[in-house]
């Protein structure tokens, strides 16, 4: 039988738990975060590291840790795979995850691999402030510019528009309004509430230990979700009257 009439199964899942800007996971690179997961998915898949035959992981800015762009092989050889087996680092932005998986099924399709390892990673947090046009030196008096890497990465110069901005247009161009936008995302934290309270992720989460002021912790939780969000009515009132005017 070919590998499509036998399908192909994802066998294990793991994710570490979402942080937020600036938070606790602030000095850990997306490679640490990383191999948290890549090696809790593989125990719980019950193989072992060398049963893998290639490792695929999506990352949007290398330059977030100084080993950025050689994230998949730091995490192949941290997770205990095997030197020889190959690595991929694929990018396609937001979708880098999701391609990983793509490439990993093709792999398996072409009969290249019959496990694969395969993941997205980033940590924000981490993404430096850069200077150019100083490699080859500078002069007395020379201005200086620190450039935001993460706002300049995430911004399309070919058409000079940052991420936020194709937000706006796509809800422009398909009548989205901002009200059901706000509701849309109440609705995300209220059900991460219900599901957390009734003990949904927890399959799913591998926890990440830390040190913090030399105490021992394990962050089990995302950080970001605000259980008690709600609608800024004031806000929105503000918003339609500038709208107005």
Avoid at 100 to 106: G, K
Avoid at 202 to 212: F, G, Q, R
């Amino acid at each position: 039988m070919s590998v499509l009439t036998k399908g192909i199964y994802f066998v294990a899942a793991k994710r570490t738990p979402f942080g937020k800007m600036g938070g606790m996971f602030v000095n850990k690179s997306a490679t640490d975060l990383s191999v948290v997961a890549a090696t809790s998915a593989i125990q719980s898949a019950g193989i072992k590291p060398e049963h893998v035959d290639h490792v695929i992981f999506g990352h949007v800015l290398a330059l977030s840790s100084s080993d950025g762009a050689l994230l998949a092989r730091h995490v192949l050889l941290k997770s205990g795979i095997p030197i020889e087996k190959p690595a991929l680092s694929v990018n396609r932005l937001c979708g880098s995850g999701f391609q990983s998986i793509v490439n990993a099924a093709q792999s398996i399709i072409t009969g290249e691999s019959e496990i694969v390892l395969a993941g997205g990673a980033e940590n924000m947090s981490q993404v430096p402030f850069v200077v150019r046009n100083v490699r080859f030196g500078t002069m007395l008096g020379q201005k200086i510019d620190f450039e935001d890497a993460l706002w300049v990465g995430l911004a399309d110069s070919y058409c000079n528009l940052p991420m936020g901005g194709t937000a706006e247009k796509l809800g422009a161009k398909y009548g989205v309004t901002r009200e059901e936008v706000d509701q849309f995302a109440l609705q995300s934290q209220q059900r991460w509430k219900a599901a957390n309270d009734a003990g949904y992720f927890k399959a799913e989460l591998a926890p990440v230990s830390m040190t913090i002021k030399k105490k021992q912790i394990e962050v089990s939780v995302d950080e970001y979700p605000h259980e008690e969000t709600q609608v800024n009515l004031q806000l929105e009132q503000l918003v339609s009257a500038e709208v107005k005017e």
